[in-house]
T-cell receptor, first 114, second 113 residues
Framework: DAEITQSPRHKITETGRQVTLACHQT?????MFWYRQDLGHGLRLIHY???????NKGEVSDGYSVSRSNTEDLPLTLESAASSQTSVYFC?????????????FGPGTRLLVL | AQSVTQLGSHVSVSEGALVLLRCNYS??????LFWYVQYPNQGLQLLLK??????LVKGINGFEAEFKKSETSFHLTKPSAHMSDAAEYFC???????????FGTGTRLLVSP
């Protein structure tokens, strides 16, 4: 079965360190998304990609970067981790740009920045 | 700009009672609306979605939602709550040509025996 996986599932890091969270999907979807989930805020969009070599900033992109070199993967990099980036991160994918397309979510990565 | 408001961060019901989770949206163009469910330590799973076909949408696990344009609402209901329904529920909106979901802040459903 097609799926979307994230690794690691849990991560503890220190302030100032670079951290990369992996996202891999086997749906062969064109679109991929990164969200962060924080209490009282729901999910907020960090970055998204509509295809290989395409990346776009979302609502809360400061301090984060992504690159899309193939269809399956969209790694999220925290350039210099800050305590404010302690959160749960979700990756999602969808097939087309039609507004009604379902996004499929990974299991999440829980990141703690000390 | 689009936005979603979910009234009530927590809703408590007894097993067998009606579940009603409220969602109101703001959009200047016809919206697509979604309800997702999140069980503890898991990702989000689609419950149902409105894509401009029937206004009453039926989803998984006995849930349904009705799109009411005049009230800008998309409330989620289930006639009889089950213990397994305890989870967090998110309403989200997007529109034609764009895939960026805008989420509400979520409602945690608590079900007591």
């Amino acid at each position: 079965d097609a799926e979307i996986t994230q690794s690691p599932r849990h991560k503890i890091t220190e302030t100032g360190r670079q951290v990369t969270l992996a996202c891999h999907q086997t749906w062969n979807h064109n679109n991929m998304f990164w969200y962060r989930q924080d209490l009282g805020h729901g999910l907020r969009l960090i970055h998204y990609s509509y295809g290989v070599q395409d990346t776009n900033k979302g609502e809360v992109s400061d301090g984060y970067s992504v690159s899309r070199s193939n269809t399956e993967d969209l790694p999220l990099t925290l350039e210099s981790a800050a305590s404010s980036q302690t959160s749960v991160y979700f990756c999602a994918s969808s097939e087309s740009k039609t507004g009604g397309e379902t996004q499929y979510f990974g299991p999440g990565t829980r990141l703690l920045v000390l | 700009a689009q936005s979603v408001t979910q009234l009530g961060s927590h809703v408590s019901v007894s097993e067998g009672a009606l579940v009603l989770l409220r969602c109101n949206y703001s959009s200047s163009v016809p919206p697509y609306l979604f309800w997702y469910v999140q069980y503890p330590n898991q990702g989000l799973q689609l419950l149902l979605k409105y894509t401009s076909a029937a206004t009453l949408v039926k989803g998984i696990n006995g849930f349904e939602a009705e799109f009411k344009k005049s009230e800008t609402s998309f409330h989620l209901t289930k006639p009889s709550a089950h213990m397994s329904d305890a989870a967090e529920y998110f309403c989200a909106v997007t529109f034609t040509g764009f895939q960026k979901l805008v989420f509400g802040t979520g409602t945690r459903l608590l079900v007591s025996p």
